[in-house]
């Protein structure tokens, strides 16, 4: 390969992202020509749609924060209800699903190769992993493999010293955080188990920051005129502040937030001049030219806020959130089976492990000073890259084995999950569960998989469902259907199913909730950025119909069990039934419309409605099976 | 051993198409990965007698060894079919090694692959089993008292005293089996190396299927007092 692979390692970040290559042996980070590796990720597609990323695109958060989009790899994989509670500290709305979102992170064309190892934080479900890797598809390269952050940082580690013993890697990054514990020997880095939260990071710190700003200069003793309690994050921003005001806010205390990790104290300043809509943020300088300091910009009273700040008030303000990563390293340890004395080494990797309480928690926690000489922001692109040289020239120095963070399971009766494959199993990995039919001649079975650690199906994730068909004609109970699970290098999922009498295999393509097929990439590589957007917008709505139809059915199954007369009789209450009967009706007449916010709010009506009788269905299955009597049908 | 006398011991290689044995993980002719045959035994798998007493250090030298010699990271540039026997023996492989890594699973294992799973889907076994009849009677009874007194009001020391009292006879139970399993692991171990009839084998195993069910019995009733206690 003379010497250089022409693939690349890319640390996707919520905060800045990374490109890294492995030349003559050794990776690099790409640089541009101030030496700068850090790509912030950020995008900014202004009014005349030219497209700014990184730097640039950070500068226009200042000046232009509505059409400028940043920390998005928050919301990757999740649904607009997943996250809704969050996107009023963010200027840009979060209108649908990120059919545009999905474009951003890698599209500088500066930096675009075939061919990428993509990072992600080891804690990402199916879907999150899904939606990265349509994102880089979309960007134009093929994703060779997804990794988890920890074990590609652990991958950097372990090129200098050829160590042996057990590394718990500590990850804590701009918007999530991760755990992981490896066992590294003869060069294979095994990881025993992680743990994390895909929504915990160095942004939560910078909103306490931004909340107490912006009330304090909301207060009557501020006085600010534009200045409302809270950015509501409502359409036209009636109550809050102008969205270049939330960024003034916001690059102001990260700034503190970094000036605290290497002094005592320091002060939070934010200055203003200009009018509340046009962008007054360095007008008059050349470089703030070009993005619209109009001459309409009427000049604008000075003002200017000001606080001081102590490292000792800012541990106490962000001590919570240090102490929230502490749980998921107790049960990384426990499910690996180890005491924290048993761990030989701690890394601390992510921007945010700069901040020294984070130091020392982990400090406390493991009872060792743990390791940083890496540059924590590197260190994740560093380890891609070697992958990436792993994969194309065959390397067969270091073999990174990596687990599924969180288990899979299917839906079974009474909407309880049952589990296939157990959280931290080692991937490639598979798990397989029967199935077989509840009346005759029936030649179709409908499987709910899910991702999660909970009992009850609506408390997990759900990643698709999908209906098996083709099963033979047979009596109730006599096909044996087994459906297989298979989870690949990459942590994502495909399953396949074989009715075992007659040999018949089928293999189903799951549609994840979020996830593309390669047509839909295909396309939306082709096509315009907003048609592309009109198609994703369809398939939500289709899927949206899917799901209410599904609903309706085990709505009506229910209804026509058996048994439901006796339980209506004794278990629900008057009028129970006719109310479920009405909540059907309205959402089978909503099925047809194209509004699909409309359809999830009956879909959802009608499973609140539903709630109680799959309660009482889900115990009587309880009792019976206790009573030893069989309900194993699907 | 068990496999019935129709079950083929040899399978084609897809690459080249000669011969290779079953058990076989890379064709002897082209050196190619084979695809994994459908009913793989992890045992044999990974190359260990079909034992109940493994040496762990080895079991993982094996473990990692193989990953270095089927993950699918190494064979990104191969052939579709070499990439697809790849993912399918690293997934096998680990499936596998979880298995048989912990004691528990690898009794469970056995049994399922000698004909001897526990009937119904996954665990089942819900019924009592008879030798704990008298036990599980005695403690659903003071359970239910000690509930009584909880809702009376009673002083936590109190039940949680008798709780306590409680467990202590089904733990006693609980170590009573779990050295009667290593006994039987042991007798089943003896067995398999000096080739032993199907007769004595099948006694072996019934005895250690029976244990091991109410094992797992009494590790739920334990849990449950676990939870009662902490509720």
Same mark, same amino acid.
């Given at each position: 390969?003379?010497?250089?692979?022409?693939?690349?390692?890319?640390?996707?970040?919520?905060?800045?992202?990374?490109?890294?290559?492995?030349?003559?042996?050794?990776?690099?980070?790409?640089?541009?020509?101030?030496?700068?590796?850090?790509? !912030?990720?950020?995008?900014?597609?202004?009014?005349?749609?030219?497209?700014?990323? /990184?730097?640039?695109?950070?500068? *226009?958060?200042?000046?232009?924060? =509505?059409?400028?989009?940043?920390?998005? =790899?928050?919301?990757?994989?999740?649904?607009?209800?997943?996250?809704?509670?969050?996107? /009023?500290?963010?200027?840009?709305?979060?209108?649908?699903?990120?059919?545009?979102?999905?474009?951003?992170?890698?599209?500088?064309?500066?930096?675009?190769?075939?061919?990428?190892?993509?990072?992600?934080?080891?804690?990402?479900?199916?879907?999150?992993?899904?939606?990265?890797?349509?994102?880089?598809?979309?960007?134009?390269?093929?994703?060779?493999?997804?990794?988890?952050?920890?074990?590609?940082?652990?991958?950097?580690?372990?090129?200098? =010293?050829?160590?042996?013993?057990?590394?718990?890697?500590?990850?804590?990054?701009?918007?999530?955080?991760?755990?992981?514990?490896?066992?590294?020997?003869? /060069?294979?880095?095994?990881?025993?188990?992680?743990?994390?939260?895909?929504?915990?990071?160095?942004?939560?710190?910078?909103?306490?920051?931004?909340?107490?700003?912006?009330?304090?200069?909301?207060?009557?003793?501020?006085?600010?005129?534009?200045?409302? !309690?809270?950015?509501?994050?409502?359409?036209?921003?009636?109550?809050?502040?102008?969205?270049?005001?939330?960024?003034?806010?916001?690059?102001?205390?990260?700034?503190?937030?970094?000036?605290?990790?290497?002094?005592?104290?320091?002060?939070?300043?934010?200055?203003?001049?200009?009018?509340?809509?046009?962008?007054?943020?360095?007008?008059?300088?050349?470089?703030?030219?070009?993005?619209?300091?109009?001459?309409?910009?009427?000049?604008?009273?000075?003002?200017?806020?000001?606080? #001081?700040?102590?490292?000792?008030?800012?541990?106490?303000?962000?001590?919570?959130?240090?102490?929230?990563?502490?749980?998921?390293?107790?049960?990384?340890?426990?499910?690996? /089976?180890?005491?924290?004395?048993?761990?030989?080494?701690?890394?601390?990797?992510?921007?945010?492990?700069?901040?020294?309480?984070?130091?020392?928690?982990?400090?406390?926690?493991?009872?060792?000073?743990?390791?940083?000489?890496?540059?924590?922001?590197?260190?994740?692109?560093?380890?891609?890259?070697?992958?990436?040289?792993?994969?194309?020239?065959?390397?067969?120095?270091?073999?990174?084995?990596?687990?599924? !963070?969180?288990?899979?399971?299917?839906?079974?009766?009474?909407?309880?999950?049952? =589990?296939?494959?157990?959280?931290? &199993?080692?991937?490639?990995?598979?798990?397989?569960?029967?199935?077989?039919?509840?009346?005759?001649?029936?030649?179709?079975?409908?499987?709910?998989?899910?991702?999660?650690?909970?009992?009850?199906?609506?408390?997990?994730?759900?990643?698709?469902?999908?209906?098996?068909?083709?099963?033979?004609?047979?009596?109730?109970?006599?096909?044996?259907?087994?459906?297989?699970?298979?989870?690949?290098?990459?942590?994502?999922?495909?399953?396949?199913?074989?009715?075992?009498?007659?040999?018949?295999?089928?293999?189903?393509?799951?549609?994840?909730?979020?996830?593309?097929?390669?047509?839909?990439?295909?396309?939306?590589?082709?096509?315009?950025?907003? #048609?592309?957007?009109?198609?994703?917008?369809?398939?939500?709505?289709?899927?949206?119909?899917?799901?209410?139809?599904?609903?309706?059915?085990?709505?009506?199954?229910?209804?026509?069990?058996?048994?439901?007369?006796?339980?209506?009789? &004794?278990?629900?209450?008057?009028?129970?039934?006719?109310?479920?009967?009405?909540?059907?009706?309205?959402?089978?007449?909503?099925?047809?419309?194209?509004?699909?916010?409309?359809?999830?709010?009956?879909?959802?009506?009608?499973?609140?409605?539903?709630?109680?009788?799959?309660?009482?269905?889900?115990?009587?299955?309880?009792?019976?099976?206790?009573?030893?009597?069989?309900?194993?049908?699907? | 051993? &068990?496999?019935?006398?129709?079950?083929?011991?040899?399978?084609?290689?897809?690459?080249?198409?000669?011969?290779?044995?079953?058990?076989?993980?890379?064709?002897?002719?082209?050196?190619?990965?084979?695809?994994?045959?459908?009913?793989?035994?992890?045992?044999?798998?990974?190359?260990?007698?079909?034992?109940?007493?493994?040496?762990?250090?080895?079991?993982?030298?094996?473990?990692?060894?193989?990953?270095?010699?089927?993950?699918?990271? %190494?064979? %990104?540039?191969?052939?579709?079919?070499?990439?697809?026997? &790849?993912?399918?023996?690293?997934?096998?492989?680990?499936?596998?090694? *979880?298995?048989?890594?912990?004691?528990?699973?690898?009794?469970?294992?056995?049994?399922?692959?000698?004909?001897?799973?526990?009937?119904?889907?996954?665990?089942?076994?819900?019924?009592?089993?008879?030798?704990?009849?008298?036990?599980?009677?005695?403690?659903?009874?003071?359970?239910?008292?000690? *509930?009584?007194?909880?809702?009376?009001?009673?002083?936590?020391?109190?039940?949680?005293? *008798?709780?306590?009292?409680?467990?202590?006879?089904?733990?006693?139970?609980?170590?009573?089996?779990?050295?009667?399993?290593?006994?039987?692991?042991?007798?089943?171990?003896?067995?398999?190396?000096?080739?032993?009839?199907?007769?004595?084998?099948?006694?072996?195993?019934?005895?250690?299927?029976?244990?091991?069910?109410?094992?797992?019995?009494?590790?739920?009733?334990?849990?449950?007092?676990?939870?009662?206690?902490?509720?």
């Amino acid at each position: 390969m003379n010497g250089m692979s022409k693939v690349v390692g890319i640390d996707l970040g919520t905060t800045n992202s990374l490109v890294a290559y492995v030349k003559d042996g050794v990776p690099a980070v790409i640089r541009d020509r101030n030496g700068d590796g850090l790509v !912030p990720s950020v995008v900014s597609v202004a009014a005349d749609d030219t497209i700014y990323v /990184g730097r640039e695109a950070q500068r *226009r958060l200042l000046t232009d924060a =509505k059409r400028t989009v940043y920390s998005v =790899k928050r919301f990757m994989g999740k649904g607009r209800e997943d996250v809704q509670a969050e996107t /009023g500290h963010f200027p840009f709305r979060v209108t649908g699903e990120a059919g545009g979102v999905l474009r951003i992170g890698v599209g500088d064309r500066e930096f675009t190769p075939p061919e990428a190892v993509i990072t992600v934080p080891a804690y990402f479900n199916d879907a999150q992993r899904t939606a990265t890797r349509d994102a880089g598809r979309i960007a134009g390269l093929e994703v060779l493999r997804i990794i988890n952050e920890p074990t590609a940082a652990s991958l950097a580690y372990g090129l200098d =010293k050829r160590h042996t013993g057990i590394i718990a890697v500590y990850d804590l990054g701009g918007g999530t955080f991760d755990i992981s514990i490896l066992r590294v020997e003869d /060069g294979v880095f095994q990881v025993l188990s992680t743990n994390g939260d895909t929504h915990l990071g160095g942004d939560d710190i910078d909103v306490l920051l931004m909340d107490i700003v912006l009330a304090e200069m909301s207060s009557p003793s501020y006085g600010g005129p534009y200045v409302g !309690p809270r950015f509501s994050g409502a359409a036209d921003g009636a109550a809050g502040p102008a969205p270049e005001v939330i960024q003034e806010v916001r690059k102001a205390v990260i700034q503190a937030k970094w000036d605290l990790s290497e002094r005592e104290e320091t002060d939070i300043v934010i200055t203003r001049s200009g009018t509340a809509e046009a962008v007054p943020y360095g007008a008059g300088t050349a470089e703030a030219e070009p993005y619209g300091a109009t001459a309409e910009a009427v000049p604008y009273e000075t003002e200017r806020y000001e606080r #001081h700040i102590t490292r000792a008030e800012f541990e106490a303000l962000i001590q919570p959130i240090v102490d929230r990563t502490l749980a998921p390293c107790r049960q990384a340890l426990a499910d690996a /089976g180890l005491e924290p004395s048993q761990i030989d080494e701690v890394v601390l990797v992510g921007g945010s492990t700069r901040i020294p309480l984070v130091g020392r928690a982990v400090a406390s926690l493991f009872g060792r000073t743990p390791h940083s000489e890496q540059n924590p922001d590197e260190v994740v692109a560093l380890g891609a890259a070697v992958q990436a040289d792993i994969l194309v020239t065959g390397n067969r120095e270091m073999l990174l084995l990596d687990v599924t !963070p969180l288990s899979l399971g299917i839906e079974t009766m009474g909407g309880v999950t049952s =589990k296939i494959i157990l959280r931290n &199993s080692t991937i490639p990995a598979t798990g397989s569960e029967m199935f077989t039919t509840a009346v005759d001649s029936q030649t179709a079975v409908d499987i709910h998989v899910l991702q999660g650690e909970r009992e009850l199906v609506a408390d997990n994730r759900s990643l698709a469902r999908f209906k098996l068909r083709g099963i033979p004609p047979m009596p109730a109970g006599m096909p044996r259907v087994q459906v297989q699970f298979q989870i690949d290098a990459n942590g994502i999922l495909s399953v396949t199913a074989r009715e075992q009498r007659t040999d018949v295999e089928q293999t189903i393509e799951v549609k994840p909730s979020y996830g593309l097929t390669d047509e839909e990439v295909e396309r939306m590589l082709v096509e315009s950025f907003e #048609h592309a957007e009109a198609d994703f917008t369809a398939r939500l709505l289709i899927e949206a119909r899917n799901e209410a139809e599904a609903v309706i059915q085990a709505t009506e199954k229910s209804l026509r069990a058996p048994d439901f007369a006796e339980i209506e009789k &004794s278990e629900l209450a008057a009028g129970e039934r006719q109310r479920i009967e009405s909540v059907a009706a309205g959402l089978r007449m909503v099925l047809t419309s194209s509004d699909r916010e409309t359809i999830q709010k009956w879909t959802q009506a009608l499973n609140d409605a539903t709630q109680h009788l799959a309660e009482v269905m889900l115990n009587r299955s309880v009792n019976a099976a206790l009573a030893g009597r069989n309900v194993d049908s699907v | 051993m &068990s496999l019935p006398s129709s079950a083929p011991t040899m399978q084609a290689c897809q690459s080249c198409g000669a011969g290779a044995p079953l058990d076989a993980h890379f064709c002897p002719q082209c050196t190619k990965i084979l695809p994994l045959p459908r009913q793989a035994d992890y045992f044999g798998f990974l190359g260990v007698p079909r034992k109940l007493n493994l040496d762990a250090a080895d079991l993982e030298r094996r473990f990692r060894s193989l990953s270095r010699q089927f993950h699918p990271d %190494y064979f %990104y540039n191969a052939t579709p079919v070499e990439r697809r026997a &790849s993912l399918e023996r690293s997934s096998c492989l680990n499936d596998a090694y *979880r298995t048989l890594r912990q004691p528990g699973a690898r009794i469970e294992y056995l049994l399922k692959i000698e004909g001897l799973a526990p009937n119904g889907s996954g665990e089942a076994a819900r019924q009592v089993p008879p030798a704990l009849l008298e036990e599980v009677f005695a403690l659903n009874e003071e359970l239910a008292e000690i *509930r009584d007194l909880r809702e009376g009001g009673s002083a936590a020391g109190e039940w949680q005293g *008798r709780l306590e009292r409680a467990r202590q006879p089904i733990e006693a139970r609980r170590v009573e089996h779990e050295a009667q399993l290593q006994e039987l692991a042991a007798r089943w171990d003896a067995a398999v190396d000096r080739g032993a009839t199907d007769g004595e084998r099948r006694a072996v195993l019934d005895a250690l299927r029976d244990r091991f069910l109410e094992r797992n019995y009494i590790a739920n009733l334990l849990a449950g007092i676990e939870r009662e206690l902490n509720s």
